[in-house]
C-alpha cells in the first residue's frame, strides 16, 4: 500500500501566492496541492494539521562554504549540512574555493564523494575558472557534464587561491560561455590593495574593523560589478552577481536587468540585518567580503528584495572558529557562518517590514532553482519531490549555540518572531518541533543535477 500523507490547512506560499489549504505527500514526491482546503478525505492517509503555520518549498542554498577538503577543522559536510536542515535548507550548492580548489572534475568528483557519505540534505557544486581552465569547462559542458555542477564561480580581480581571473581574455572567454549560469565575486584588487596600504600606514597593525567598509569599499564593489554587467550584455550572459552590498549595485542591476533579462543577482541576510554600526560592537565576527556597508545600503537592499531586484538569498555560510575571528584586523579571516539563520532571519525581516513571504519564497526556492535547472525541486507543485519546510510564525526563540562546527553564528542573542518547526526531504520528515528526527537518516538525500538552461539572449 502507498504511503500518503495530507498536510491540512496549510498556509501555503508560493513565489506568486499565499493560501490556506492541502497538500499530499506520495512516495517521496508531491502529488497533490489543494488551495482553498479542498482535499477529500483518503482513509488510509495520515495526516498533520499545519493550521496557523506557513508551508513553503524547502530552501535551496546555492553559496555556502563548508569547508571540505582542506579546511575542516573549521566545517564539514556532515556538520553544516546539518545546521542547514534546522534551518530549512534542503539543498545546497558549495562554492569551489576548498582545498584543492574545485576547478576540474576530479575535484568535483572527490566532493561528489564526500557528500554522498556524509550530507544530510541534498547536495550540488559549483566549479571554479582560473585564468587556464576555461577552455577545459567548456569542453565539460560541449560533452554534456554540465549536469554534475550548478555554474562557474569567478573571482573577478579578487583573488581567492589560485581562483583569480584577471586577465581581460580570460573573461572575455568565461562570459562567452553559453549553457551554465556565471557566478561573479565583484570587488577590484586594485582598489582594495590601495586602501589597505592607507589603513596601515595609518593604524599599523592596529586597523579598527570600522575600517573595513573603506578597505574593501564599495567603489571597489562597484568598479567590478559594472565591468560585469557590460560583459554580461556584450556577450548575453547568464550572469549571477553575488552578495550585492551596495546601493549603487542595486541601481546598475535595475538597469542591466532591461538589456540583458538573464542578469540575476543575489544578496544574503547578512547584508539584509546588519550595518556598518554593528563593527563596534562586533569586531572580527562581522569581518565578510564584501563588507557589511550603511543604513542606506540595508534598506536599498531590502526594497531590491522586495521588489524582486534581487533575485535570490544565500547565506554566504562561511565558518571559521572563533579564536581565528579574535584576531587582529590583517590576520583575521573574512566570513560569517549563517546557513542555519538565514531562512528564519529573512521569513522575520519580512513579516516585519511588511514585505510579501512571496518573495521569500521565490529568493529561498523557486529562483535558485530555475537559474540553476535544479529539476522538480523548489516548488509546491504536483510531480516535485516533497522538499519542504513548516515555519511558526509566532514560534521564535532567542539564537543561541548553534550546531556549526565553529560553535558561533553572528546572529546570537537575536530573537526572530518565527522559527522552523518541521522540514521533509524527499517526503520523509527529518526536522519535528525545531529538532531531528530519528527518521533523518532515511530520507536518501540526493545529488542535484543541473538542466541546461537559457544561457543566452543572442
Same mark, same amino acid.
Given at each position: 500500500?502507498?504511503?500518503?500523507?495530507?498536510?491540512?490547512?496549510?498556509?501555503? &506560499?508560493?513565489?506568486? !501566492? $499565499?493560501?490556506?489549504?492541502? /497538500?499530499?505527500?506520495? %512516495?517521496?514526491?508531491?502529488?497533490? +496541492?489543494?488551495?482553498?482546503?479542498?482535499?477529500?478525505?483518503?482513509?488510509?492517509?495520515?495526516?498533520?494539521?499545519?493550521?496557523?503555520?506557513?508551508?513553503?518549498?524547502?530552501?535551496?542554498?546555492?553559496?555556502?562554504?563548508?569547508?571540505?577538503?582542506?579546511?575542516?577543522?573549521?566545517?564539514?559536510?556532515?556538520?553544516?549540512?546539518?545546521?542547514?536542515?534546522?534551518?530549512?535548507?534542503?539543498?545546497?550548492?558549495?562554492?569551489?574555493?576548498?582545498?584543492?580548489?574545485?576547478?576540474?572534475?576530479?575535484?568535483?568528483?572527490?566532493?561528489?564523494?564526500?557528500?554522498?557519505?556524509?550530507?544530510?540534505?541534498?547536495?550540488?557544486?559549483?566549479?571554479?575558472?582560473?585564468?587556464?581552465?576555461?577552455?577545459?569547462?567548456?569542453?565539460?559542458?560541449?560533452?554534456?557534464?554540465?549536469?554534475?555542477?550548478?555554474?562557474?564561480? &569567478?573571482?573577478?580581480? !579578487? $583573488?581567492?587561491?589560485?581562483? /583569480?581571473?584577471?586577465? %581581460?581574455?580570460?573573461?572575455?572567454? +568565461?562570459?562567452?560561455?553559453?549553457?551554465?549560469?556565471?557566478?561573479?565575486?565583484?570587488?577590484?584588487?586594485?582598489?582594495?590593495?590601495?586602501?589597505?596600504?592607507?589603513?596601515?600606514?595609518?593604524?599599523?597593525?592596529?586597523?579598527?574593523?570600522?575600517?573595513?567598509?573603506?578597505?574593501?569599499?564599495?567603489?571597489?564593489?562597484?568598479?567590478?560589478?559594472?565591468?560585469?554587467?557590460?560583459?554580461?550584455?556584450?556577450?548575453?550572459?547568464?550572469?549571477?552577481?553575488?552578495?550585492?552590498?551596495?546601493?549603487?549595485?542595486?541601481?546598475?542591476?535595475?538597469?542591466?536587468?532591461?538589456?540583458?533579462?538573464?542578469?540575476?543577482?543575489?544578496?544574503?541576510?547578512?547584508?539584509?540585518?546588519?550595518?556598518?554600526?554593528?563593527?563596534?560592537?562586533?569586531?572580527?565576527?562581522?569581518?565578510?567580503?564584501?563588507?557589511?556597508?550603511?543604513?542606506?545600503?540595508?534598506?536599498?537592499?531590502?526594497?531590491? /528584495?522586495?521588489?524582486?531586484?534581487?533575485?535570490?538569498?544565500?547565506?554566504?555560510?562561511?565558518?571559521?572558529?572563533?579564536?581565528?575571528?579574535?584576531?587582529?584586523?590583517?590576520?583575521?579571516?573574512?566570513?560569517?557562518?549563517?546557513?542555519?539563520?538565514?531562512?528564519?532571519?529573512?521569513?522575520?525581516?519580512?513579516?516585519?517590514?511588511?514585505?510579501?513571504?512571496?518573495?521569500?519564497?521565490?529568493?529561498?526556492?523557486?529562483?535558485?532553482?530555475?537559474?540553476?535547472?535544479?529539476?522538480?525541486?523548489?516548488?509546491?507543485?504536483?510531480?516535485?519531490?516533497?522538499?519542504?519546510?513548516?515555519?511558526?510564525?509566532?514560534?521564535?526563540?532567542?539564537?543561541?549555540?548553534?550546531?556549526?562546527?565553529?560553535?558561533?553564528?553572528?546572529?546570537?542573542?537575536?530573537?526572530?518572531?518565527?522559527?522552523?518547526?518541521?522540514?521533509?526531504?524527499?517526503?520523509?520528515?527529518?526536522?519535528?518541533?525545531?529538532?531531528?528526527?530519528?527518521?533523518?537518516?532515511?530520507?536518501?538525500?540526493?545529488?542535484?543535477?543541473?538542466?541546461?538552461?537559457?544561457?543566452?539572449?543572442?
Amino acid at each position: 500500500m502507498t504511503d500518503r500523507l495530507i498536510l491540512r490547512n496549510a498556509t501555503m &506560499v508560493t513565489g506568486n !501566492s $499565499s493560501a490556506i489549504g492541502d /497538500l499530499d505527500i506520495e %512516495d517521496g514526491r508531491i502529488s497533490g +496541492v489543494w488551495p482553498g482546503g479542498k482535499r477529500q478525505k483518503w482513509p488510509a492517509a495520515r495526516e498533520i494539521d499545519l493550521r496557523g503555520k506557513i508551508l513553503m518549498a524547502g530552501g535551496i542554498d546555492t553559496h555556502v562554504h563548508f569547508r571540505e577538503p582542506g579546511m575542516t577543522w573549521k566545517a564539514d559536510i556532515a556538520s553544516e549540512s546539518t545546521a542547514a536542515l534546522l534551518g530549512g535548507i534542503t539543498s545546497f550548492v558549495d562554492m569551489p574555493n576548498t582545498t584543492p580548489p574545485t576547478v576540474n572534475l576530479s575535484t568535483l568528483e572527490d566532493k561528489l564523494q564526500r557528500a554522498s557519505r556524509s550530507s544530510l540534505v541534498n547536495y550540488g557544486f559549483h566549479i571554479g575558472a582560473t585564468n587556464d581552465n576555461i577552455e577545459q569547462i567548456q569542453r565539460y559542458i560541449s560533452l554534456g557534464l554540465g549536469t554534475r555542477f550548478a555554474g562557474i564561480k &569567478v573571482f573577478m580581480g !579578487s $583573488s581567492t587561491g589560485n581562483m /583569480l581571473v584577471d586577465r %581581460d581574455s580570460a573573461l572575455e572567454k +568565461v562570459f562567452g560561455i553559453h549553457g551554465k549560469p556565471i557566478l561573479v565575486h565583484s570587488e577590484d584588487e586594485g582598489i582594495i590593495k590601495a586602501n589597505l596600504l592607507d589603513a596601515t600606514e595609518k593604524y599599523g597593525e592596529n586597523i579598527p574593523f570600522s575600517m573595513h567598509p573603506q578597505i574593501r569599499s564599495r567603489e571597489a564593489c562597484i568598479k567590478s560589478t559594472h565591468k560585469a554587467l557590460d560583459l554580461a550584455i556584450k556577450y548575453g550572459t547568464r550572469l549571477h552577481v553575488l552578495h550585492v552590498s551596495t546601493a549603487e549595485e542595486v541601481e546598475m542591476l535595475r538597469e542591466a536587468k532591461k538589456s540583458n533579462p538573464l542578469i540575476t543577482a543575489e544578496t544574503s541576510v547578512n547584508y539584509l540585518w546588519f550595518s556598518d554600526k554593528d563593527y563596534a560592537r562586533m569586531g572580527g565576527k562581522l569581518k565578510s567580503n564584501p563588507a557589511v556597508k550603511t543604513e542606506d545600503d540595508r534598506r536599498a537592499l531590502i526594497e531590491a /528584495l522586495s521588489d524582486g531586484t534581487i533575485d535570490t538569498i544565500g547565506s554566504d555560510h562561511a565558518p571559521h572558529l572563533s579564536e581565528e575571528k579574535d584576531r587582529p584586523y590583517i590576520i583575521c579571516p573574512s566570513g560569517m557562518p549563517s546557513v542555519q539563520q538565514s531562512l528564519p532571519m529573512a521569513v522575520h525581516i519580512a513579516m516585519s517590514l511588511g514585505i510579501p513571504l512571496t518573495r521569500i519564497a521565490s529568493a529561498f526556492s523557486e529562483k535558485p532553482a530555475s537559474i540553476f535547472g535544479i529539476g522538480s525541486r523548489g516548488f509546491l507543485k504536483k510531480g516535485c519531490f516533497a522538499d519542504l519546510v513548516v515555519i511558526d510564525p509566532e514560534g521564535g526563540q532567542v539564537i543561541e549555540t548553534p550546531v556549526y562546527k565553529c560553535g558561533w553564528t553572528p546572529y546570537e542573542g537575536v530573537k526572530p518572531s518565527c522559527r522552523v518547526e518541521m522540514v521533509w526531504i524527499n517526503g520523509i520528515r527529518v526536522v519535528k518541533e525545531g529538532a531531528l528526527c530519528s527518521e533523518t537518516g532515511q530520507s536518501n538525500p540526493r545529488q542535484l543535477r543541473f538542466l541546461p538552461t537559457v544561457s543566452s539572449i543572442g
